[in-house]
């Protein structure tokens, strides 16, 4: 374990020396704002936080810092920096990469904070400034962060080990999203399936786990180092048919039609070299957790969306990396422990291991049709669930046991998946694209609804940042609220989003006077990128406001899947200015 906590910590460094070299790729010079990005927080403790994100070659002066409206008592005491000879000013203290200052808690009122920097490329950026209010008590000012916000600075604030329990804490609940429910067929037939012992099934299983989170941490440090969208990097189609097609593949074996074997001389190697050991290999296990680590991939959430900002605002690396690694190890624990404290219940060894099996067979199929979900259409892939339920029926028929009282179950079984199989073979034919009620499509409020405007035609689809800043130039003109829903084409959420949640009248109703505007990130192209960094969104789903004085309310933005209540609520304390 040692070893393996050592190869994390070397991984995780490699990516944040990747990230950073690849930063260092940028147009001879940035944007000042850019070059020196400031940002400001009110503190748990009163204190408000100044963080200067200076970019690689480029420095600020420590004497052109200035805190206007401050009186002495107040200002910041400013670190020794380093002694810089440039053509500019002379020789003086520069400070380089970062630089953060604090204000006491007493200070009120508004100041001006002014900075100046250069490049050593030999630029000298004019005189920078800025107005920032100082005024409100500390819980008030903790009460208007987001969700995403109040984690990012929660980790700037908490030491490394309450950081790491907290976000393993976030884990265990991040558990049970629907994206994260298909690692538990690949995880339970590699451990239940290979019929392991409890210990060597824990092995196995942490092996799978580890590795899982390992690749989850290195994804998400790279994607917060480069200003990438996690989702696109892991949900690309070829990715997902890919897989897809293994999992079919996998199937294959659990229904007797071949056996996946190494060649002879190969597999008869192993075979004495682990004549002792059940159950598989522990570097398969890593293999196969590492593996679904990339193509399941991680919902947006507010806990992952702060990790992510608060590593591309600190540039801490390291530290997001474990913080993620933790949460990932959440994540698999309610595995682990399904797949090694439930094997202990499971009867010996017998006839009853090829329905097990078959069943496993099932959910890697059942697994390969979810992974699919972002690339298909909604009737076609409700077609193919109706084909595994009607195939799912026809086999448990014929494994009807030899016991009266196993019979009736097995053939009330087969009868429930035939007949939902059919309705949703049915369904999808006549272009279903609800899966729970799939006969829907064919009556007659369905029927009436088809010629009433989508919810598609609400929204304004921007591609561009030309596009967007157009859009919101008439927006403010006409003093109008806009609505920002980052949406692309393989996130499953903004799809349960758009049915659930803008599929609601009352929500449209409520949004009348409101610009919407959606923002597609599909393609990971430039676009999408500047899309993306333009208001700092980690990926899609993501919900912001944008006030009539074209500034966005912050503290309301929603990231990841709400429900149409929630979403309401959010809107209604919007626009009250809470």
């Not at 009352?506 to 993306?532: C, G, H, I, P, Y």
């Not at 929603?558 to 200015?577: C, H, M, P, S, Y």
């Amino acid at each position: 374990m040692l070893r393996l906590f050592t190869l994390l910590l070397m991984l995780l460094s490699g990516f944040t020396h990747a990230g950073s070299s690849l930063f260092d790729v940028k147009p001879e010079f940035l944007p000042a704002e850019k070059a020196f990005a400031f940002s400001s927080q009110r503190l748990p403790s009163g204190e408000t936080q100044l963080y200067w994100q200076i970019a690689g070659g480029y420095y600020v002066y420590q004497q052109r810092l200035t805190f206007d409206g401050l009186s002495n008592e107040y200002k910041p005491s400013l670190p020794e920096g380093e002694v810089h000879s440039d053509e500019f000013f002379g020789t003086q203290q520069v400070y380089r990469q970062g630089l953060e200052l604090k204000i006491p808690a007493e200070a009120s009122g508004k100041i001006k904070v002014g900075w100046q920097g250069c490049a050593d490329a030999g630029l000298c950026y004019p005189p920078q400034s800025l107005i920032l209010d100082l005024g409100g008590s500390p819980s008030a000012a903790a009460a208007t962060e987001a969700p995403d916000q109040a984690l990012a600075s929660g980790l700037q604030q908490r030491a490394l080990g309450w950081s790491l329990l907290i976000f393993f804490g976030l884990g265990l609940l991040l558990a049970f999203a629907p994206c994260s429910l298909p690692m538990l067929p690949i995880l339970a037939g590699l451990v239940v399936g290979s019929g392991a012992s409890p210990r060597r099934g824990f092995a196995l299983a942490g092996s799978y786990v580890f590795c899982m989170a390992l690749v989850y941490a290195s994804m998400g440090v790279l994607a917060a180092m480069l200003g990438a969208n996690l989702q696109a990097l892991l949900q690309q189609p070829w990715v997902l048919s890919s897989f897809a097609a293994i999992f079919i593949l996998l199937s294959l074996p659990m229904f007797g039609f071949f056996e996946l074997q190494l060649p002879a001389a190969l597999r008869d190697r192993l075979e004495n070299a682990s004549r002792q050991r059940s159950g598989g290999s522990l570097v398969g296990a890593g293999v196969l957790g590492a593996l679904s680590g990339l193509l399941v991939g991680p919902c947006m959430t507010a806990p992952l969306a702060g990790a992510l900002l608060y590593i591309a605002q600190s540039g801490n690396g390291l530290h997001g990396g474990l913080i993620l690694f933790a949460m990932g190890l959440g994540i698999g624990l309610p595995l682990l422990l399904l797949v090694t404290v439930g094997n202990r219940f499971l009867p010996k060894p017998g006839a009853w291991m090829n329905l097990l099996k078959g069943a496993f067979g099932f959910l890697f199929l059942a697994t390969a049709i979810y992974m699919l979900r972002p690339v298909l259409d909604e009737s076609l892939w409700i077609g193919l669930w109706g084909v595994l339920s009607l195939a799912l029926a026809y086999t448990v028929w014929h494994q009807r046991m030899p016991a009266a009282a196993a019979n009736h179950l097995f053939a009330i079984a087969s009868v429930v998946f035939g007949i939902w199989g059919s309705l949703l073979a049915v369904g999808a034919a006549g272009g279903s694209d609800d899966l729970w009620r799939p006969l829907k499509v064919y009556s007659a409020t369905t029927v009436s609804a088809a010629s009433q405007p989508s919810v598609h035609d609400a929204f304004v689809t921007i591609k561009s940042p030309t596009e967007l800043q157009n859009e919101l130039d008439l927006a403010r003109a006409s003093g109008q609220w806009v609505l920002l829903d980052y949406y692309a084409d393989w996130c499953v959420s903004c799809r349960v989003m758009e049915k659930e949640v803008f599929g609601q009248p009352q929500v449209m109703d409520a949004l009348k006077d409101v610009r919407l505007l959606r923002l597609d990130v599909t393609a990971d192209n430039t676009d999408s990128r500047e899309l993306l960094s333009r208001y700092k969104v980690s990926g899609p789903p993501s919900f912001l406001w944008i006030g009539p004085d074209a500034e966005e309310r912050r503290s309301q933005r929603i990231t990841g899947q709400v429900d149409a209540e929630a979403f309401l609520q959010r809107w209604n304390q919007t626009k009250e200015g809470r």
